[in-house]
């Protein structure tokens, strides 16, 4: 299934994220964002649990921001987690 997520706070504009059957991350593609880095979190989610990066992620700040887009991911997966 794939879900759509607007980030807040971020330079990232939108997050799709594609979940297999068991639950686990497919592929993750941000629109905007800093590239590299984003494409370097989205190999690293692939094939984790939600629970798994949800607890990697949540909570990392980026600058003086109070959120990054590892954390609007984490919030992403959480609001996922709850539908499925």
Same mark, same amino acid.
């Given at each position: ?18 979940? $297999?059957?068991?639950?686990?991350? /497919? ?7 800093? $590239? /590299? $880095? ?8 692939? /094939? ?32 996922? $987690?709850?539908?499925?």
């Amino acid at each position: 299934m794939t879900y759509t997520y607007k980030p807040v706070g971020v330079c990232s504009q939108q997050i799709t994220i594609d979940i $297999n059957d068991d639950k686990t991350i /497919g592929d993750i593609k941000f629109l905007g964002g800093c $590239n /590299g $880095n984003l494409k370097g979190i989205s190999a690293l989610a692939k /094939g984790k649990t939600l629970d798994e990066v949800i607890g990697a992620l949540k909570g990392i700040q980026c600058g003086f921001k109070s959120t990054s887009c590892p954390d609007q991911l984490a919030k992403a997966l959480e609001k996922i $987690n709850e539908k499925i």
